[in-house]
């Protein structure tokens, strides 16, 4: 033990890139910077690297080596991996059982480099970002059952495990859940997984009024025929502050490029899609508008454009991430108008703006607020001005997490400054 | 009664009584502070009746400013706070201690709105859960997790335990349900964690919240979600003749890509009593009977309940009715829903436990169970979520025995232990409480005790709001088991208490 220790702290001592392969290697190099005082850098693949502050520290714990399925039950419904395992190899492992990742992990890859890239299961976990079913099944950290992982002090910590009832002390499987890796260096982490629906469909609906709108998504809401996705996505602006992406993006034979549109999915076997597809245009008289239905194929490309955000692929400004209570969203399109590009995802509740360089963007975060709405700054445009905070947090709330945050994390070693400047 | 060892009690506190009263009646009307033997008496106990105490005073505030003063002034003068909601938890979570104030959430009994477009009911703590749905149904809409006590249960203690139900195998449990709380902290702070938006930006305190039983704050508001009633309901029946087969059924049903909105499983032993108790229809040739309820289009769940009778058939089921409308449907599920009162007519008294285990370790545990009612020669009955590897094992005794309480006590920490191996939990909907306190190093080690007890620390620096409970009381692991006092003196006096 006593020469394992001693070549941690030498590797500790000579490299600033700490790349472990065990969990055991993990606590060791942290109880090295737990004793020197080191803050370290804790990151996966770096796919949403560019979320939240840049973070100072001289040394940075990698933790995409550490990866690999460690055991997939099928049958429970659960896959439990270690935190580099990329999020595209654990759809392809579930697909062949016909099971997915329901919560549909958002690809940040176009928005970065202009490609695809879903990071991995741990930086998945840390941000919490789910798609377009979330209103309809829940965030990421509903489906985190477990964890395991290291704290600030280099002690191995586990909580929750396999099973999806369990109240067994405090839930810290939701803590981790979008902290940004400012709490523990996760080792292991256990997903709840859910089977796949045989089809999909998706109805258009070619419409732009917002008040219009705001009622298709209320309808969504209020529907028992159990819609898994409803979007919105206007006109794009015809200022040159912005690069033309939507006829490129939603290029699919039945989906009419010229316009705004309002898209819904339903899943599920055929005959049911069916049936509540001629249900759905009764509760919502669809005759009254111009729509067209994307088949299976079409319907998946749609719904993998949207949860990748291609429609703002490489934008060199910047994107906000806001969260509004659905019956805010015809106030919200009456603000936004024409002036940003932005669509609405998760029937009327989340809405990704993206706001030039030069353009007020403390407007647009208080006129989210005072709709009683929370906003992140995802992507920062090169002249952003720091004075304008990325997270949306009250005084309370800081002082809870700020306390939180010392109980895992004593001095203050993970991610300092990635979410808030105190901590 | 039994006993069960309690954090130290503070003679200063007791001895200052009259004064702590009189102290009280100015945050709150006088006549909700109650200190008389007549008055506090209703309080000494929760669900889990095996245990008693009673408390310095209770309290009953009638808004959140006052829950802030009285936490204010007991955090000043290091009094112990126990929250209470409905006082029907079956851990012992409400257990009063003789220094400490009961601050019951009787008072908080409204519905503060009922928001259709965003499909949310904002709430006091002190709605009964049943009454959430109540207020929406006639738009038809509901809420979701359906706590066997849903008819008595507070919203509040709902967040405290992060209740399930019937219906959480598709709907999820409290904490996939509920958007926001206020909460007030033990030094008096008022937050609003979440409000009518799906998630929340920064630490998910919501989530550390639900399930936290009454340790970190005292919740003072709840926003749910509520759910459009869905289109169709359907249960069906089904017998197996042997409890692998059942099981197997089990795995074989979610393992095709289904997901009932319920699956529950009773043992004969449970058949019999209700069968008995409320004359439900159940089939007396089976071993295991399994009731399968789904919801959706009409076409979506004839279809599923197609395959689902081909996979019972496949694992030998020997009888297979279906629910042929809504009366039959409830039918069905009296039974199940008479389990409690079908066995209190069994035997004197029943301890009723709570555990988890992975859905394919069903007829392994049952087996267990059965060798462990063998060993300690008590009787049990067994009613499970199935759906979600979710038991509830009911151990039939004479309360007025002592030696068999005791043997029951050790019956059902065998079994929570058992679950454990297993890879389940030691509780699926309960909570810890008091009753399995000392069973968490069962399921996690010193360092993961830690990490929570340093949450605990964090936000409840003296260890004030509802201490004794959910982390073992000898703070070491290695002296685990149920602690048992002799005669008010505690087995180990010098180690430190948490």
Redesign the interface.
Known sequence: MFTKEKKNSQIFQDSNHLSPTSELEVAELIKEAYRKKFPIDIHGSNSKKFIGYNVQAAKSLDLSSLSGVIEY?????YIKVKPGTQIKDIENILEKN??ELSFEPTDFGYLKDGKSNKGTAGGCVSC?F?GSR??KV??V??FILGFRGV?GKG?????G???????????????V???FGT?VALTEVTLKI???KPSQNTIIIYEKDPKTISDLF?MV??????ISGAVFVPDEPKSKKFIPNKSKVFKLNDLNQEGAFFAFRIE??Q??IK??IK?ISNEMDLKKYKTSNLDIYQSDLFWKSINSLQLFSETKNNLLRA?????KSENMMSFLKNKYRYFID?SG??FWIEVPGDENIREVKNTIIQN???V?IIKKSEDFEFTEKL????D??L???K??????DPRGLFNPGK?YKDF | MSEIALPKVDRTIVSKKDLIVNNLKQFTHKKNVLSELDEIRPYETDALAAYKNLPLAVVLPENTQEVSEILKFCHRENIKVIPRGAGTGLSGGALPLNDAILLGLGKFNKILDIDFYNKCVVTQPGVTNLSITHAVKHKGYYYAPDPSSQLACSIGGNVAENSGGVHSLKYGTTTNNILGVEMVMMDGTICRIGGKTLDQEGYDLLGLICGSEGLLGVITEVTVKILKNPQIVKAALIGFPTIEDGGNCVTDIISNGITPAGMEIMDKALIDATEKFVHAGYPMDAEVLMIVELDGTKSEVEELFKQIKQIAEKNKSNSFKLSKNEKERLGFWSGRKAAFPACGAMAPDYYCMDGTIPRGKLSEILKEISRLSKKYNLGVANGFHAGDGNLHPLILFDGSNKEELRRTEEFGAEILKACVRMGGALSGEHGIGIEKRELMCEAFNDSDIQQQINIKMSLDEKNLLNPGKVYPILRKCAEEGRVHVHKGEEKFPDLPRF
């Open positions: 039950l099928p049958e429970e419904l016909n099971q919490n789910a979330r209103f829940g965030s950290r509903d704290n002690d191995i910590i586990k909580s495990g396999t099973v999806v009832k369990n109240v067994t002390g405090y839930d810290l499987s939701k803590l859940s979008g902290s709490l859910s089977a796949k209320n809401l209020s529907s028992s025929n159990e599920g076997d005959n049911s049936e509540r249900d969260v509004v209570p659905p019956s998760w509740s989340l009683d709405g929370y992140t997270f949306t947090v009250d309370t709330k002082m809870i997490s306390k939180i945050k010392e109980s895992f979410m």
